[in-house]
């Protein structure tokens, strides 16, 4: 039996999705999609190209700092660069993410502070920002509810009378929880302005998608009366132009869509995972010859626009990013000791009020026992 991605007939020669730039840095032209990217001009490329760079050193900079015990886990997304940023750069700011861990791109184009990015998995928070602030929910670790929260928002924004729409982010295994379907059946029945995004990246933690799924995962959507594109997910251009026409489709009343951006995960599923152990090497190197980064790269320099004063400039702001990071972990003030009795419920609580003082309680027994008392 083949592994995902060395089939013949797998994602690597699949011909079946919407695609606006080939591997090599072709541009493919489409009557469809590229009036949604009429206002992406050399500067805008540019942009994005830089966002991508910027995200996987932020990437590489988190996973580095796991490893040297500064952090306690870290979900990379190596791989997947184009189909955050494209998707996440699509996105009005009034527009609410769900997302799953692995979503930092995405958080990246919200504007999420990067000390923030990296709370939860230092320990140092229960989450990392103000969902109200960025308009992004914190990263849901249970897989695939976040599908229902998106589905709940975006039920209410309607009832509201507004235009907004709601995103959840979540990976091919989640496809196969009943959250996900119950959410698509809301959405369908109440057309919700919800945007279903899936980025398969062909394995869910150490079990390939083909175990799970024995045709398109788009193919699912329709069956709940959902319409659904399937995007070339290494491919930056596509995923925007994709986003932007399904984003439309849902502010003008059109009801959710379903999006699978077929993709790669590089890396391990978090850093507490080996994927040496189940993946064959083999395909590893297929899909870094499909590598989202480097096809931009390609483009641009096709087109006369990736000279040596942007790629210094591209990686300083990489270089900077990630020392941000850094310093904002490594520095990362330690919570107080009754921090943890706070924002558990909106209004107080008196099973948590009682909680609390007995842990005050237990905490000054240890003054008391310093003092001989």
Not at 10 to 35: K, V, W
Not at 103 to 111: F, L, P, Q, S, T
């Amino acid at each position: 039996m083949s592994l995902p991605g060395t089939d013949p007939t797998g994602p690597l020669n699949d011909e079946s999705y919407i695609q606006l730039l080939a591997p090599d840095g072709t541009r493919i032209t489409s009557a469809e999609f590229d009036p949604w990217l009429e206002d992406i001009d050399g500067d805008r490329l540019a942009g994005l190209y830089e966002d991508m760079v910027v995200v996987r050193r932020l990437d590489q900079e988190a996973t580095a700092l796991q490893r040297q015990g500064e952090l306690a886990l870290w979900p990379p997304l190596l791989g997947q660069e184009a189909a955050q940023i494209g998707s996440g750069r699509a996105l009005r700011k009034d527009d609410f993410v769900f997302s799953s861990y692995r979503e930092n791109g995405v958080a990246y184009c919200r504007g999420v502070d990067l000390t923030d990015m990296i709370r939860v998995w230092r320990g140092n928070r229960p989450s990392g920002w103000d969902p109200y602030e960025i308009n992004m929910a914190t990263p849901q670790v249970i897989i695939g509810a976040q599908t229902l929260h998106a589905t709940g928002y975006a039920m209410a924004a309607k009832f509201d009378g507004d235009d907004a729409v709601a995103v959840a982010y979540f990976g091919d295994g989640a496809t196969s929880q009943g959250d996900v379907n119950e959410a698509m059946v809301f959405a369908a029945s109440f057309q919700a302005p919800v945007l279903f995004f899936c980025q398969n990246n062909q394995w869910a933690i150490s079990e390939p998608v083909g175990l799970q799924a024995q045709g398109k995962l788009s193919d699912r959507a329709p069956g709940f009366g959902i319409p659904s594109y399937r995007v070339d997910g290494n491919d930056v251009l596509a995923c925007l132009a994709v986003t932007r026409k399904a984003l439309d489709h849902a502010r003008i009343g059109g009801g959710p869509s379903f999006i699978e951006a077929v993709t790669y995960r590089m890396g391990p599923h978090t850093t507490a995972d080996d994927p040496t152990r189940y993946r064959d090497a083999n395909e590893l190197e297929d899909w870094k010859r499909r590598d989202p980064i480097d096809r931009l790269a390609a483009l641009l320099s096709a087109e006369g626009l990736l000279d040596e004063a942007l790629r210094q400039r591209v990686q300083q702001a990489a270089d900077d990013a990630a020392a941000e990071m850094r310093a904002g972990c490594i520095n990362m003030a330690e919570p107080g000791d009754l921090e943890l009795f706070e924002n558990v419920y909106t209004a107080p609580h008196p099973v948590l009020a009682r909680q609390r003082q007995h842990y005050e309680r237990y905490l000054d027994s240890f003054e008391a026992a310093e003092w001989g008392h």
